[in-house]
């Protein structure tokens, strides 16, 4: 079945230490997006892109980027994790002037 | 700014009575969606219902219909003869058109839905 996937489901890493999130998608929608959601709160979003053009969230700290090498590829770049950013990540993706979002499970990031 | 206000934390439902979660919402724009979505234990968030604001009547999917008050700014969620399966945490969400031609969803933070046996 075609479907937005994404690994790895579960991610530990240290305070400060890279990590990557990544998301891909079979359904060859033109618009990728990356949510934030944290426990007991609403999936904030982080920045989405439309097929290469990047847009960021006026309020997304600087340590969150995003990379679109394809259509098919969107990876979340942190690059120095802190305790707060411990969150479940969503990627969804739509197709451009559909208004439903397809959602992938979501990575569930811990920071030690 | 848009909010999304959902002011039920957690609700519980016997297995096929009727169920309704709250949903309020603040915009200044005339044209939107509106939606629930459900995202059951294995986190999926998948589409229940969505409701076009220009629309006055209230959509219905099998089950789940909403009741759309559009001056309140209010958008309820029904869900007739609750299963089991329809244990999730469940988000309103608001919806407009950004310039890029995209879209921009606006979650509120949530109702966990358990349904009893």
């Known amino acids: 079945d075609a479907m937005v996937i994404q690994n790895p489901r579960y991610q530990v890493t240290q305070f400060g230490k890279p990590v990557t999130l990544s998301c891909s998608q079979t359904?060859?929608?033109?618009?990728m997006y990356w949510y934030q959601q944290k426990s007991s709160q609403a999936p904030k979003l982080l920045f989405h892109?439309?097929?290469?053009?990047?847009?960021n969230e006026a309020d997304t700290p600087d340590n969150f980027q995003s990379r679109r090498p394809n259509t098919s590829f969107c990876f979340l770049d942190i690059r120095s994790p802190g305790l707060g950013d411990a969150a479940m990540y969503l990627c969804?993706?739509?197709?451009?002037?559909?208004?439903?979002?397809?959602f992938g499970s979501g990575t569930q990031l811990s920071v030690l | 700014a848009q909010t999304v206000t959902q002011s039920q934390p957690e609700m519980s439902v016997q297995e096929a009575e009727t169920v309704t979660l709250s949903c309020t919402y603040d915009?200044?724009?005339?044209?939107?969606?509106l939606f629930w979505y459900k995202q059951p234990p294995s986190r999926q968030m998948i589409l229940v219902i969505r409701?076009?604001?220009?629309?006055?009547q209230n959509a219905t999917e099998n089950r789940f219909s909403v009741n759309f008050q559009k001056a309140a700014k209010s958008f309820s969620l029904k869900i007739s003869d609750s299963q089991l399966g329809d244990t999730a945490m469940y988000f309103c969400?608001?919806?407009?058109?950004?310039?890029?031609?995209?879209?921009?969803?606006?979650f509120g933070t949530g109702t966990r839905l358990k349904v009893l046996a």
């Open positions: 969804a993706t739509s197709e451009v002037g559909s208004e439903k979002l397809f």
């Open positions: 359904l060859n929608h033109n618009v």
């Open positions: 892109y439309y097929d290469k053009d990047f847009n």
């Open positions: 915009t200044s724009e005339s044209n939107y969606y």
């Open positions: 409701q076009e604001a220009y629309k006055q």
């Open positions: 969400a608001f919806m407009k058109l950004l310039t890029s031609g995209t879209y921009k969803y606006i």
